[in-house]
C-alpha cells in the first residue's frame, strides 16, 4: 500500500515506558495510523531495534519473505529471527501500547526510549543504542554519496 507524503512516519521523539512497559505512540504517528491504517500494529525484532509496522505493511512484507525470500540463500535464519519476534499490538484509550518483556530485554529497553519514523513503519530504540547508531552513521556519511548522487539527491 503506497502511502501518500502527507501520512508517513517522520521525525523522532524521545519517550518514557511506563511501570508496565507501555509507550505512548506519538500523536502525529497515531494520526496516520488513524488516516491511513489502523491501530493494530506488529512489533517485531530486528538488528538493533524493535520495528513497528501497520498491520497493512507487515502483510505486504510478509508475502515479499513469503514469494521471493526462498530464493535469497541462507534467508530461513533472518526469516526465523524476525517471525520470532512477532507481537500483535492495538493502541490503547491513551494511545499507548504494551511492549512485550521478552523484546524489551532483548533490546536493552528499560525506561528511555527514541521512536524514529521510517516512512512506512517507525523503531523504537533503547535511547543509549539509538545515540550510538547516530554517531556511527554521521561518522559513515559519505558512504551514502554514492546512493545519494545515484537518486538525484546530491
Given at each position: 500500500m503506497g502511502?501518500?507524503?502527507?501520512?508517513?512516519?517522520?521525525?523522532?521523539?524521545?519517550?518514557?515506558?511506563?511501570?508496565?512497559?507501555?509507550?505512548?505512540?506519538?500523536?502525529?504517528?497515531?494520526?496516520?495510523l488513524r488516516?491511513?491504517?489502523?491501530?493494530?500494529?506488529?512489533?517485531?525484532?530486528?538488528?538493533?531495534?524493535?520495528?513497528?509496522?501497520?498491520?497493512?505493511?507487515?502483510?505486504?512484507?510478509?508475502?515479499?519473505?513469503?514469494?521471493?525470500?526462498?530464493?535469497?540463500?541462507?534467508?530461513?535464519?533472518?526469516?526465523?529471527?524476525?517471525?520470532?519476534?512477532?507481537?500483535?499490538?492495538?493502541?490503547?484509550?491513551?494511545?499507548?501500547?504494551?511492549?512485550?518483556?521478552?523484546?524489551?530485554?532483548?533490546?536493552?529497553?528499560?525506561?528511555?526510549?527514541?521512536?524514529?519514523?521510517?516512512?512506512?513503519?517507525?523503531?523504537?530504540?533503547?535511547?543509549?543504542?539509538?545515540?550510538?547508531?547516530?554517531?556511527?552513521?554521521?561518522?559513515?556519511?559519505?558512504?551514502?554519496?554514492?546512493?545519494?548522487?545515484?537518486?538525484?539527491?546530491?
Amino acid at each position: 500500500m503506497g502511502i501518500g507524503p502527507e501520512h508517513r512516519f517522520r521525525s523522532r521523539s524521545e519517550h518514557s515506558l511506563d511501570s508496565k512497559g507501555r509507550l505512548n505512540i506519538p500523536t502525529r504517528f497515531r494520526e496516520v495510523l488513524r488516516t491511513v491504517y489502523t491501530e493494530h500494529l506488529i512489533v517485531t525484532n530486528w538488528q538493533k531495534s524493535l520495528k513497528v509496522f501497520p498491520i497493512t505493511e507487515w502483510e505486504i512484507l510478509e508475502e515479499k519473505l513469503l514469494k521471493e525470500g526462498r530464493m535469497q540463500p541462507g534467508f530461513g535464519d533472518f526469516v526465523r529471527y524476525v517471525i520470532s519476534g512477532v507481537t500483535e499490538c492495538q493502541l490503547d484509550k491513551q494511545g499507548r501500547i504494551l511492549l512485550p518483556v521478552s523484546l524489551r530485554t532483548e533490546f536493552s529497553i528499560e525506561k528511555e526510549v527514541v521512536l524514529n519514523g521510517m516512512l512506512d513503519h517507525f523503531e523504537i530504540w533503547d535511547k543509549e543504542s539509538w545515540a550510538e547508531e547516530t554517531q556511527r552513521t554521521r561518522a559513515n556519511f559519505h558512504n551514502f554519496e554514492q546512493g545519494l548522487s545515484s537518486l538525484g539527491i546530491l
